[in-house]
C-alpha cells in the first residue's frame, strides 16, 4: 500500500462508518419493522456494510413513520 | 346546512346507498347510527367529496359537493375512522401545517392552536405523533377536524375504538365542540347517542330506516328485560321463593330476559316489602339490533 | 401560495428526520469516492495480475492511469446510483395512499396539483443535491491526482445522467398515481426501464431512447467522424435528450391526470 492512497481511505473508511452507524442506530431504535426481525436486520447491515445492506434496510426493513 | 337528495352510490354491483335523503339542521349533533357495512364511511366520503356520487346530489351551505376538489371543504372538519398522521411531527407542528394549508391567518393560528390543543388535552404532549397510543391519535384527529372553527364537524366512529374512560372523554370533547359548530357523527353503540345527539338517523341496508330527535327514539326503545345481583346466595333463595319468575345466572344473579318494565316494578316494590337489600338492579343496554327490529317492523 | 409551501416544508421535514436525505448523502459521497480510489487500485491490479500471467508466460504491458479511467468507472456507477434513486423514491406517493395521511390534507383543502408538485420538486431537488455532490466529489479527486482537462463534453455527459434520472422520477410518479404500493411502483419502474433497454436493441429506434443516456460515458472521449452509430455521440445524443424531455412533461402530465382521479 502507498500512502497515496490515504486520501481515498480515510473518507472512505468515514463515510462507511458513518453509513453503518446511522442504519445500525436505526434497527436498534425501532421495534418494529416493514419485514424481517432486528437480529435479521443487523445480520444484514453488517454483512452488506459496504452499501447494499443499509439500502435494502432502508427500501424493504424501514417502517414508515 | 347540510342535505342529501336522493343520492344513490354502487361499488361494482352492490349498492351501497340507495336514494338516500337527510336534512342536518345547524347546530345540532346529528348521530348516524347503522351496523358495520350499512354505509356510514362511504356516505361521510361522498360528502366530503373523497367518492363520487352515482346519482343525487349532496348540498354543504346550499353548495354543491364535488368530486375531487371541492370547495364545500373550506367549511368542514372531518375526524376519519382511524385517523393517521404524519409520524414524525409533534402535535403543534402537524396542527401548523393542518393551519397553514387550511389558509388560517398568521395572527390566530398560534393562538387556535394552543387552544385546541388543551381542549383535548394534548397541550403539554411535545414527542412525535409516531408513539403515540389509539386514544391520543383519536384525541389529535378531533384537534385537527375542530381547527378553523369548521361549521360542520363529520366523525367517523370516533367512539369505537376505545375503552369506556377514552369513548367519554371524547364524547364530552364533542359536547363542548357543539356550541360551535354543527355535528354529524357515526357508531354503532346506541348508548354514544343517548348522551349526546339531538338527531338520530339510523341506516339500515343503504336507506334511512329512521330519522327523528333522541326522544322520539327513545320512546321507540324496547323494553328489554332486566337482572337483579343479590348481596348473597340465600337472599337470591329467599327472594325467588317470594317471587318464582326468572332465571339463575349464577349464584348470586336471577335475570329477567324478556320482561316489561312494570314487572321491574313489582320486583322493585316486593324487594322492599320483604327489605331484601340487593347489590344492583339494572335494566339492559337495548342493543342496536333489537331497536333496528322494533324500528323496522313498524 | 401558502398550502404549497407549507406542504414542501412537511415534506423536507420528513427527508430530514426519516432519515432519508443522510442516507443518500451518505451514498453518493460513498459512490464519489468510489471511482477515483478504483481507477487508482487499478495499477495495482494489473501487477498483481501481470505477475501471474508472466508465470505462465504472458506479459502484459504496464497500464497508465489518466482522469479518464476514473471517469469511466464514474459512469459505471451511474447505473448503481439511478438503482438507489428509484429504490428510495419508490414509495413517495403510494406510502401516504396506504396509510392515507393525505385524506386530512384534502378534506383541509390542499389541491393533488399541489401534492404532486411539492413531493416532485423535493425529489427533484433531493436528486440535484445527491448527484452533483457525487460529481463534485469525483472531479475533485480527479483534479487533484490527473488531469481533468483531457476529457471531453463533460458536463453534457454528466448531464444526460442526471436527466436520466428526473425521466426516472417522473416514471415514478406517473406509476405512482395508477398503483397502490411501493413495491409495485419500484417493479413497474424497472419494468418500463428494462423494455426500454431491449426496444434500444433495434437500432433505427435507439437513438430516441432515453436509455440511451445511460452510454452517456462514450461522450468524453473523442471519438472519430467515422464511428459507428452505435457510439454515443454529441450530435447523436440530442434526440435521445429531447425526447426524454418530452417524456418527462408526458409523465407528468399522466400523473397529474390519474392523481386527480384517484380514489382514496
Redesign the interface.
Known amino acids: 500500500m502507498n500512502t497515496e492512497l490515504l486520501p481515498f481511505l480515510i473518507p472512505l473508511v468515514f463515510a462507511q462508518m458513518a453509513l453503518l452507524a446511522f442504519s445500525l442506530h436505526h434497527i436498534l431504535t425501532h421495534k418494529t419493522y416493514r419485514r424481517g426481525t432486528r437480529t435479521l436486520w443487523v445480520i444484514i447491515v453488517i454483512v452488506g456494510m459496504q452499501f447494499i445492506g443499509p439500502i435494502l434496510y432502508f427500501t424493504l426493513g424501514k417502517e414508515d413513520d | 346546512m347540510l342535505t342529501l337528495k336522493h343520492v344513490s352510490k354502487h361499488f361494482g354491483s352492490h349498492e351501497i346507498i340507495k336514494d338516500l335523503s337527510l336534512h342536518v339542521k345547524e347546530h345540532t349533533i346529528y348521530g348516524f347510527l347503522g351496523q358495520n357495512g350499512a354505509g356510514k364511511t362511504t356516505t361521510m366520503k361522498m360528502i366530503?367529496g373523497?367518492?363520487?356520487v352515482d346519482s343525487g346530489e349532496i348540498l354543504v351551505q346550499d353548495t354543491p359537493v364535488t368530486y375531487?376538489?371541492t370547495k364545500t371543504?373550506?367549511y368542514?372538519?372531518?375526524l376519519?375512522d382511524?385517523?393517521?398522521?404524519?409520524?414524525?411531527?409533534t402535535p403543534t407542528?402537524y396542527l401548523?401545517?393542518?393551519a397553514?394549508?387550511?389558509?388560517l391567518l398568521d395572527t390566530d393560528k398560534k393562538s387556535q392552536i394552543s387552544e385546541i390543543l388543551e381542549l383535548v388535552g394534548l397541550i403539554d404532549t411535545n414527542k412525535?405523533i409516531?408513539g403515540f397510543s389509539r386514544g391520543m391519535k383519536q384525541r389529535l384527529g378531533i384537534a385537527?377536524a375542530l381547527l378553523g372553527t369548521p361549521k360542520l364537524l363529520i366523525c367517523d366512529e370516533p367512539t369505537s375504538a376505545l375503552d369506556p374512560v377514552g369513548r367519554k372523554e371524547i364524547l364530552d370533547i364533542l359536547h363542548t365542540a357543539k356550541k360551535k359548530t354543527t355535528i354529524i357523527f357515526s357508531t354503532h353503540i346506541l348508548s354514544d347517542v343517548e348522551r349526546i345527539c339531538d338527531e338520530i338517523g339510523i341506516l339500515h341496508n343503504g336507506r334511512l330506516a329512521h330519522s327523528g330527535t333522541k326522544e322520539e327514539l327513545l320512546e321507540d326503545r324496547p323494553d328489554n328485560g332486566f337482572f337483579i345481583e343479590f348481596q348473597t346466595p340465600s337472599d337470591l333463595e329467599k327472594f325467588h321463593t317470594i317471587y318464582p319468575e326468572g332465571t339463575r345466572s349464577d349464584i348470586t344473579t336471577l335475570q329477567y330476559p324478556d320482561s316489561k318494565n312494570a314487572d321491574m316494578l313489582t320486583a322493585l316494590s316486593l324487594l322492599s316489602t320483604h327489605s331484601i337489600v340487593p347489590k344492583r338492579v339494572e335494566q339492559w343496554e337495548p342493543t342496536l339490533e333489537s331497536l333496528f327490529m322494533e324500528v323496522i317492523e313498524k | 401560495m401558502k398550502p404549497l409551501t407549507a406542504f414542501i416544508k412537511k415534506e423536507w421535514m420528513e427527508m430530514f428526520r426519516n432519515g432519508k436525505l443522510t442516507i443518500l448523502l451518505i451514498l453518493f459521497i460513498l459512490f464519489g469516492i468510489m471511482s477515483p480510489a478504483l481507477a487508482k487500485l487499478t495499477p495495482a491490479l494489473y501487477e498483481m495480475l501481470a505477475e501471474t500471467m508472466k508465470e505462465q508466460g504472458i506479459t502484459i504491458s504496464q497500464m497508465e492511469v489518466t482522469a479518464l479511467t476514473s471517469w469511466m468507472q464514474y459512469f459505471k456507477n451511474a447505473f448503481m446510483e439511478l438503482i438507489v434513486l428509484v429504490c428510495m423514491f419508490s414509495g413517495i406517493l403510494t406510502n401516504e395512499y396506504q396509510k392515507g395521511t393525505l385524506i386530512p390534507m384534502y378534506t383541509r383543502g390542499l389541491s393533488r396539483s399541489n401534492v404532486l408538485f411539492a413531493k416532485f420538486l423535493t425529489t427533484v431537488i433531493v436528486w440535484t443535491l445527491c448527484y452533483y455532490l457525487c460529481f463534485g466529489i469525483t472531479y475533485a479527486y480527479n483534479a487533484y491526482f490527473w488531469d481533468n482537462s483531457i476529457v471531453y463534453n463533460l458536463s453534457l455527459s454528466v448531464f444526460c445522467l442526471y436527466l436520466l434520472g428526473i425521466w426516472l422520477i417522473t416514471i415514478i410518479f406517473a406509476v405512482s398515481a395508477l398503483l397502490s404500493s411501493g413495491a409495485a411502483v419500484m417493479l413497474a419502474t424497472g419494468g418500463i426501464f428494462a423494455a426500454l433497454y431491449f426496444m434500444s436493441l433495434i437500432p433505427k429506434i435507439s437513438k430516441y431512447l432515453p436509455v440511451r443516456l445511460l452510454n452517456a460515458g462514450e461522450l468524453v472521449t473523442k471519438t472519430s467522424s467515422a464511428a459507428t452509430s452505435s457510439v454515443l455521440t454529441v450530435d447523436t445524443c440530442y434526440p435521445a435528450i429531447a425526447v426524454t424531455l418530452i417524456l418527462c412533461l408526458f409523465n407528468y402530465i399522466i400523473a397529474y391526470l390519474f392523481l386527480r382521479q384517484k380514489k382514496l
Open positions: 366530503l373523497l367518492y363520487p375531487g376538489e371543504n373550506h368542514i372538519g372531518y376519519p382511524v385517523p393517521e398522521f404524519y409520524g414524525f411531527m407542528e401548523t401545517l393542518c397553514d394549508i387550511a389558509g412525535r409516531h385537527q
